[in-house]
């Protein structure tokens, strides 16, 4: 990876470490604010790792900004709406990733959350936030830990009609333990892009014939070669 790609990785763990800390506190909302941070920027990360992919997305294509601007400076300046855009599209958090125990504890404790967190929604639009969390639990933990860090606005508390509660504590922490299982599905995401790259170069490397991969060989061989002595 190049040295974008490292310092994000760097600040990811930075933002997962400060954000174990406000857990050890047991200050939970701002852990959610923290953890928040950690899981953008993976999916930061992954643009920049797969950027032929994401170009092609049409969820990239209605991303706001400079639109002849280099892929880097628009992924780098994205909003994290953006990032979410584009990881359901492009399904970046896989549900067959997400812990079966941990779903199992999550979709019991789902509605209480939907009560504290959309509490302006109508039964059927509770219940339409329901099946969505059913269908793709991992996109919907990555949702509620956005709705959750958009609190970190005091006006949208009343607007919202959000309230500080006796619960708030245990669903801040529910929301915190769900956005781990993110952060464990996005990393899932790069080793799977990784795995599938290995197999595209193994694949190529069949077609070619003993005399053509020693010549390649070869080749990398002699860069490496002047590179060490640049």
Known sequence: MGKTHMELYRVALLYAQEADR???????????????SAVETPLALICLLTEEEVEQSSEYKRWKGKKNAPFQDRVLGAFLQDYI??????????????????LEVALNNFPFISLSLYPKDSKVQRAERTKRFQARPGIEMLRILQDMRNLVHGPR??????????????????????????????????????????????????????????????????????????
């Open 85 to 102: 855009d584009v990881a359901v599209g492009l399904d970046w958090i896989p549900s067959d990733a997400v812990d079966e125990e941990l």
């Open 22 to 36: 406000c857990r050890g506190a047991g200050a939970y909302f701002s852990a959610c604010l923290m953890i928040a």
């Open 157 to 230: 508390w009343p607007r919202l009609g959000v309230s500080v509660t006796s619960d708030f504590e245990s669903h801040c922490k529910f929301v915190f333990i769900t956005s781990f299982q993110v952060m464990s599905c996005l990393f899932e995401t790069i080793v799977r892009k990784a795995n599938r790259k290995m197999a595209d170069v193994d694949a190529l490397r069949q077609k070619l014939s003993p005399k053509q991969e020693a010549n390649l060989r070869d080749s990398f061989l002699r860069m490496i070669g002047s590179a060490g002595h640049g």
